[in-house]
């Protein structure tokens, strides 16, 4: 009886292996991909790009990427042949935040300024310990000067509305698993 259930388990461990070898073939795998992107042969100060399958269609299995001063780097993007979109608009509105930011800002340092005089007419002294309110505060202090710094690029920057949909853009890489380092994506406004 022990030599009939060899056979079997033997069957069963191997067919498992190759279910488990052929979702391991790299089909539908994702990798990393870094690169430079410039607009007339120079680099684009602050922009979005975006990988995108045409297979699985719009949104599903796409990778997305902020490029700064030119450079980007993204990760889980898909593999085989793939459509990239580069665009400023998607980082425009993130850029509806400067007010808001603005105004948070303002609030706290006024009520800290109040809290500070109410305690010090009562002749309190704060046991508080801010340094987790100054960490927040600094944090957001951080993330305004980066979006000014992007405004302030973008402005300047348009990219041609060809590069920004993935039915019109003439940008097709190949992408291998792993590591993938692109050649210059170059664009043009002409």
Same mark, same amino acid.
């Given at each position: 009886?022990?030599?009939?259930?060899?056979?079997?388990?033997?069957?069963?461990?191997l067919?498992?292996?190759?279910?488990?070898?052929?979702?391991c073939?790299?089909?539908?795998?994702?990798?990393?991909?870094?690169?430079?992107?410039?607009?007339?042969?120079?680099?684009?100060?602050?922009?979005?790009?975006?990988?995108?399958?045409?297979?699985?269609?719009?949104e599903?299995?796409?990778?997305?990427?902020?490029?700064?001063?030119?450079?980007?780097?993204? =990760?889980?993007?898909?593999?085989?042949?793939?459509?990239? &979109? @580069?665009?400023?608009? %998607?980082?425009?509105?993130? +850029?509806?935040? /400067?007010?808001?930011l603005?105004?948070?800002?303002?609030?706290?340092?006024?009520?800290?300024?109040?809290?500070?005089?109410?305690?010090?007419?009562?002749?309190?002294?704060?046991?508080?310990d801010?340094?987790?309110?100054?960490?927040?505060?600094?944090?957001?202090?951080a993330?305004?000067?980066?979006?000014?710094?992007?405004?302030?690029?973008?402005?300047?920057?348009a990219?041609?509305? =060809?590069?920004?949909?993935?039915?019109?853009?003439?940008? &097709? @890489?190949?992408?291998? %698993?792993?590591?993938?380092? +692109?050649?210059? /994506?170059?664009?043009?406004?002409?």
């Amino acid at each position: 009886m022990r030599i009939s259930r060899f056979p079997r388990c033997l069957f069963v461990i191997l067919g498992s292996l190759a279910l488990l070898s052929a979702g391991c073939s790299g089909k539908g795998g994702k990798a990393e991909v870094t690169g430079k992107v410039t607009l007339d042969g120079k680099p684009l100060g602050y922009g979005s790009i975006r990988f995108v399958n045409p297979g699985t269609g719009k949104e599903k299995g796409d990778a997305n990427a902020d490029i700064e001063d030119g450079e980007f780097s993204a =990760k889980k993007v898909p593999v085989g042949e793939i459509k990239v &979109t @580069v665009d400023t608009e %998607s980082l425009r509105a993130r +850029l509806a935040d /400067i007010p808001q930011l603005r105004q948070t800002l303002k609030t706290q340092e006024e009520n800290d300024k109040k809290m500070a005089a109410m305690m010090q007419a009562k002749g309190l002294k704060s046991d508080i310990d801010d340094s987790a309110k100054k960490e927040s505060v600094d944090k957001m202090k951080a993330d305004l000067a980066k979006l000014e710094l992007i405004q302030k690029k973008i402005s300047a920057t348009a990219v041609p509305k =060809k590069y920004q949909d993935e039915k019109t853009t003439p940008i &097709t @890489v190949t992408i291998k %698993s792993g590591s993938n380092t +692109l050649d210059t /994506i170059e664009l043009s406004s002409k």
